[in-house]
Structure formats: structure tokens, C-alpha cells
DNA sequence: CTGAAAGCGCTTACAG
DNA sequence: CTGAAAGCGCTTACAG
């Protein structure tokens, strides 16, 4: 346990240089182990007596370097714990390491599995994950071209489709590529994985047709939004198809919040013609929906039958539980961080499609039945 | 709108050797602009004609130089569309600007206000939040290792009890400040930010007795949590100081989980001797409970109280709407990235206390009635 | 297969 | 108040 620590006038100097860091090099002789807060490249080089280019080489190419100096780098390696520092590697080789995604609204639950999903993929590739919510306000333009520009992200995962890269000042063919999940922008033609919104909806619509329905209402989303328009065409085109009228007063006015889908409650009881099954954009609209009926002494599927989209965690456990569709979430996060990894090494567009979509699923639980 | 470009030959020599990069300098003579994808200092020195150091002074200490100098160097930054790239002054620095976030489940709704609260303060501050779940099998020695070493991190937020940095080999002076929030471990002292969970479960039983219920049981937490224990703890304290038996059999196992909840209805409705209201450990138990109650014909508050412990997003909207414990989940997000960032600015501890308790909340809401 | 050397873009004592 | 110069830790043509 004993262990004798020489440092040199050299080391000292730098030390007292660098002041306020507790710097020093050991060498601990019964070990025979370079002891060393931070060893650097050019430390293991001195333990391995090669280069630090050999060590390098090593490190990244080990098929240039002789067997025998790949088993003498690593050795030293262990024996000083070496790590290499990112900054110094992303730096010289003009990377970052890193991928940054950007949030419309990070307290919202319904990201977090999609973050998990583009969390596990990248941290699979070696690359971390950096986060911004869009709403902050400092986000705007300046941290994205900060993301974009300050050599701080090799790429960028868009969840808010409201946010135009396009627009953004600065050379377009230097930005490191950009890749859409969920949303998108019609204003540009950037590569986004997606989900089937208008088919989902159509299952929805034809789950309920299927069940006997035949006036079938609608809760939308918030109205600026593509996922809002996506599924409110595919009730209205599933509707058509079936032969079914969309008549305007059932289609309510929402925003994705459970508020809205307690206040679409208030109008379809104030309705005189009513329909008998809704297709709410979201599972928080469904769901405050029912809980709007339930207050006013109605219950679901009794009164009405409704399904929900989305099927997030508490779906299940709703009373009723909720039907509703399901999409894959952490599968579209795992797939846009695929894609966008692809093109970050790949460097073009041919390592995955410029737009991905993924289907939807109707699950069948409790809140719907027989007309 | 015409521009002509000029491209020195030492110019043309470095773009041929960064191969694949779209290298090149021009100067816009009708605007005055240097237009270059990513100008550094150099170019700002150029135009502002002042030295590197001097324009790198500007940006972090403007008052080390003359008014007229600010100006000139601002000027040439606005022209040529300077934007300092972070890699570079964090190798110099020996900083990061980023801090990490470890979560145990990134999956789980619970963590989204935390991560909200954690990233609204560390971006006003000018950092990055870096995330990893920890969950990733990847993640565990290995990429904390890294992110403590590789100067990745200028600081920790532990979300995951589980981790324990101290067992981290290397020097732990080295080590850049960490906090865990919400959860902690009892067998290191590093400070942290946490709910008072056994004074909110006490909040909980207090309610119930004070609504006429004497039998009052609980559905804990999973084993090998600190959450488990306060909680559970703060339960029988409270029970003990009303006089009231804290029966083992109405101590129900659990692990969070929708589905321990109903496990634990199915206990609850085995037994002889039943109690009237159920404390839960969170909130997703509780909803649990009720939806296991409700399928077998029972109903909440009419034939047991449910409290839960949390206030997540659905407790609100639930049927009935669950009378529960809030907990202010975006606050300690930024409580304790506060905390870290004046650790990490400040070097000591003295910019906070060891240990922060964030109070929680009662919200009756209608999973609770007199006994 | 290996090493010497230049350089990534910035910051910061040091000297003036 | 300002500039010349060293250096953060790594990588990579280049030459051997």
C-alpha cells in the first residue's frame, strides 16, 4: 500500500501554472502504475514507449498498428486508466459526439418514450444526447444556430414541428443533418419518421362503423398543428369512404389537453342531434372527455362510445380503458436516431427514405361498444 | 446581389487537404461581409483588425478593453457571423458546458416536469443538459466514467438512488460536483434535493383520519427504495402518533407499477378484515387499486378512500379524480440544477445546503370521503 | 508499421 | 489596454 511519488521540476512548474487543480503524476512502484487524475494520450504514450500517434492509431485503427504495440498500448491504457477527452478528440476532428433533440415541451409525458427510444439508439452508437425544450425562450433561433453552428451537435432530432431550420441564417450545406420525429413542416422538404396519423384515425373511424355506428363525431387537436390536420383528414376521409356524413357541429374544436376534451363534453351535451362515438385526436382529450360526462352524470360507453389515439400509460387504467390507437413510440424515436445516424455517417440520403411512416395499431379496450 | 469571391491559394491548399469539406473564404464587397460557414476568431481578428486575444477578450471580459475596441470587435463579429465554437474553448478551459442527467427509467412520464425544470435553469445558465438512462447497459461504470473523466460533464444530477458515484474508481477530488434529486443514497453524503416523502405520506393518513377512518392501510413502493422506506415510514409514524394500528397484512407489497396496484386490490378484497382507506405510495398504485376495485364491481370513495402520492397529470382527470400528495416535480428539477450550477461556479458547498427538502401538498379531490 | 510535426479554435498568463 | 506566444489533448497526412 506504501507507494513513493516522484514529481519532476517540469510537472511542478505546470502544476503551479495551472493553479487551483490538484495536479500531479505518481508513480506507484509496487503496482507499477502511472497514478494521475486525468492521464493523457501523450501519458500512455510514455508508459507504452511508443508515440502518441501510436496510441491514437490504436485507439481508433488498431488494424494499423503491429499486434504486438496494440497489446503494449492497451496495457498502458489499463495500467494509467486512461480516458480519452471528447472535446480534444471532437475538436481535432471537427465532431461533437453528440445529438441534440429538441422538444416542443419536455414536461409533456408523451416524449419521454421517444426520447427513451432516441436515447438507447444513440448511447448504442456512442453518441450522447443533448436536449432543449423549444419553449424556452432563449431557444429560438440562437441556440439552434448555436446547436447548429458552435460545433455542438453532429445532428439535430426535431419533435417540434413548428421549428424551420430551413430559415435559418447561415450556410444550409454545412448544417449537420436534421431529421423530423412525429411532426414535421410542410414548408420544407426535410426527412422525418412519422406516424400513420390519417390511417389511425381511419381505424378509429372504422372501428366504430364496424360496431354499428353511424354518427360518428370528431375532437381535433390544436389547430396549427400537421398531426391536427393529418388525423382530422383521415376521420374525414374514412367517413366518406363508409359513406358516413361529417357534419361540422361534431367536429369540436381542441388543443391535445384534457381540458379540451372535458369542454368538447359540454358542447356534445349541449348538442341536440348527438353523435354516438367520438374519435378524439388524443388519449388526454379522450379521456377528458369522459370525465366531462361522467361529471354530468353520463358514462362512457353506455352513452357514448369513444376512442382515444395515441395510447399513452394511463390508457389502460382509465375506468373505462381506453380503445384507442396505439403507436409505437419508443420504436420512433429508435428509428429517427437510425436515420439520422445514417446520415451523420453516411453523409447522404441513401442510408434510409426521406420520409418514414409508421403504422398505427387499434387497440381494443372498454370505452367502446355495440351501437 | 452580386458577389465576388477570392480564394487565396493557402486557402485552396487547407480546403483540398479537410477534403469533403466545402472550405472557402469570400468577401461580399457590396455588403462589406466576410461569408464563411463557420468564421472563428481569426476572422474576426482580421476584420476587427485587432489580435486574436483581444477579440477573445471582448467576448468574455469586455471590461479588459477600451469602449472602442468593443465596438470594432462586435462590429467585425455581426460581419462575418462569428460564433465561438464551445469545443475549442472547453479543451482550453477545461469545461464542458454541459451537465448530465442520469435517469434511472427516461421512459416514465414521472421524470419529464423534473427534466422540464432541470433544463429551463441550465439553459438561462448557458449550459446543455446531456441525458443517459441509466437502465442502458451500456451507461452503467463505463459511461459515467466517461462522463466524470472525459470531460464531458461539468456536473451530475443523479434521478437514480441506485448509482453511487463514491464506488466510481479515480480521484474522487477530480470529480466535477454532483446532486441527486428526488432520490438519494444512504451510503454516500453527496448533497441533495428531495421531497419530504415521509412528511407527505404522514399528510396523507392525517387526512384520512381526519375524515373518520381508523383502518388505514398502504400499498408500497418497490424493496430497495429510499422512497419505499421514507414513505412507508412516514405512514406508520403518523399512525403511531394518531393511536392507530399499523397492521402488516394491510401493508400491501408493491413496485410503483399500475399492475401492483391492482394486485394489491386483489389483496385487499381476500382479506377477512378490511381496511377503509388506502394510503398509496404513488400514484400510479392508486390508480392501479381503483381500476382493480372497480373491475370487481367495487367502487372509490363509496367502498374504500385512496390517496395517492404524486400528483402526476392524470390524477386530476382520473375517475374518480384521486385526492393525492403533490409533489412540485419541475421545482426540484430546478432546485437542483441551481444547486449544481453553484457548485460548479461557486467550487464550494457553501453556495447550499447539503441536503434541500422541497414541502409537499395535500389535493383532496374526490378518491377520499368520510369513513 | 511507426514517429515527428502541424494544427483543430480557442484562452490566458506574461510582458509591454 | 493590447499582442505574441504557448498550450489545452488529440488526430492525421506525411515521410520514412
Redesign the pocket.
Known sequence: MQSITFISVAEKK?CQ???GESCFEGFDEQAGQVTKA????????RVA?????????????P????????RVVIDAIERTG????Q???N????QSGAIVVLVPNLGNPFFSKILSGIEATASREGLNVLIADTRQPQVSPRLIGEYLHA?RADGLILLDGAIRPDLIPGAPDRRPPIVYCCEWNEDNDLPSVRFDNSGGAALAVRHLHGLGHRKIGHILGPGDNVLTREREQGVRSALGALGLEARSDWFFDGDFSLAAGARAAAHWLALEDRPTAIAAANDEMACGFISGLHRAGLSVPDDVSVVGFDDIDIAEQFIPALTTIRQPRSEIGESAATALIGRIRGGGSETSPEVKVLGAELIVRSSTRAA
Chains 1, 2 share one sequence.
Not at 502518441?52 to 492509431?57: E, H, I, L, P, Q
Not at 486512461?82 to 477527452?85: A, L, Q, S, W
Open positions: 505546470k501554472a495551472n493553479s486525468f492521464p493523457t494520450i501523450q501519458d500512455v504514450a514507449k511508443v508515440s502518441t500517434a501510436t496510441v491514437s492509431r490504436a485507439l481508433s485503427y488494424e494499423r498498428v503491429s499486434k504486438e504495440t496494440r486512461y480516458r480519452v477527452n472535446t480534444a478528440r475538436l481535432r476532428r471537427k460545433n
